[in-house]
């Protein structure tokens, strides 16, 4: 195969959302796959619609997926070019003017046949389509022409893009026939769906990139899923990037419409999320817990490094994201936690008592360590003859808000003595004063 050359070409008029990112990535991947070249290329003539809030966030969408891309153009330097091949086609008689605008012709008879690496050959009856304006009155370059002039000037040898653009590409290929010019080859990628199989919305997960990232989700598990949509290689489903870049190629890609499974994307998020170096992680948790609200950040500094370490440690097996694992570890700093729907069944006010005398032990540590935590726990308890299942769960909900955890014991020792006798305490109280 010739050096490969492709290009990513999204217009500014709106962030970058799951479709435009998956076609940058397969994009990324065929040029890293193959050793070629990735063109980032901002497509911005539409200068009504277009902004530079939109192009940053597309950049900063790209660098977060890891994207890296090896040449850089934005569409509206090269408005001399596009007016110049304009004049060509005028003087040859492709084109002509009209209201101020310069039209290109479309052959009244025959046909042109795309050559379509995933759909095979598609042929469009000339009579079918319309002449296009290629130059607006205001001289600015229309996407079917503007994409042509610089797809050649940019030596770009596969258009890998969504397959909405199919019917754009007859046109274009006439563009390349009347210049003279070699066609690339076109691979026009099926749509992603939402799970009742209508087109892909913001109600089905159709957000901003970034957003995603707010949502707690790691770059290398929507990389993962933006891959899978529409990819395989056997019955992998845990790709690396490395991997990616090994087995990405275009026969593998399907040729039928892909489904949306946000479910999909919460398990490989999960998944990631275990395999993600533990510092690496406590250090996302870390700006989530300010960012989400969950604790200000002189608590966070006061929670120090390694408590956030052994906490993400014992909470990451059962959270999806690192939102919720931020929430999760609400319990380790000042404050009150919210008790979940149902605990005033579980917090019987005959507890009081026990509640009232584990407080007063836990409070009396020195060291909080896990070990200590369970012999005062199981000394108390074994005084009041008591069996730890009838207690354990009312002290987890207490202490965390949550009927589920790691180790009951663990928890308590991250949270600490202190903070574990101050709820036990409002909770005894609570409970001294009939619960229900």
Known sequence: MAAVRVRFAPSPTGYLHVGGARTALFNWLFARHHGGTFILRIEDTDRTRSTDEAIDQIIASLRWLGLDWDEFYRQTDRFAVHRAVAEQLLRQGA??????AVWFRIPKEGATVVPDLLAGDVRFQHRELKDLV???????????????????????????????????????????????WPTP?????PLILGPDKSKLSKRHGAVSVLEYEKRGILPEALVNFLARLGWSHGDQEVFSREELIQYFDLPDVGKSASVFDEAKLLWLNHEWMKRKPVAELAGLVRRCLVETGVAPAPEVEELGAQRLLKAVELLRDRSKTVVDLAHAAR??????????????????????????????????????????????????????????????????????????????????????PKRVAERLSRAAAWLEKGAR
């Open 95 to 100: 084109a002509y003017e009209h209201e101020g």
């Open 134 to 180: 290629i130059l607006r009155s205001d001289g600015t370059p229309t996407y079917n022409f503007a994409c042509v002039v610089d797809d050649h000037d940019m030596g770009v040898t596969h258009v890998i893009r969504g397959d909405e653009h199919l019917n754009n590409t007859p046109k274009q290929m006439l563009i390349y026939q009347a210049l003279g």
């Open 185 to 189: 080859l076109f691979a026009h990628i």
């Open 331 to 416: 319990f380790l700093f000042p404050g009150e936690v919210e008790w979940p729907p149902g605990s005033e069944e579980l917090l019987r006010a005959e507890l009081a008592p026990a509640v009232r005398a584990l407080a007063e032990a836990l409070g009396n540590l020195d060291n909080g360590s896990a070990e200590d935590m369970e012999k005062a726990v199981r000394e108390v308890l074994a005084r009041l003859e008591i069996p730890l299942k009838l207690v354990a769960l009312p002290m987890r909900v207490i202490v965390t808000g949550s009927r589920v955890g790691p180790s009951l014991f663990e928890v308590l020792a991250l949270a600490g």
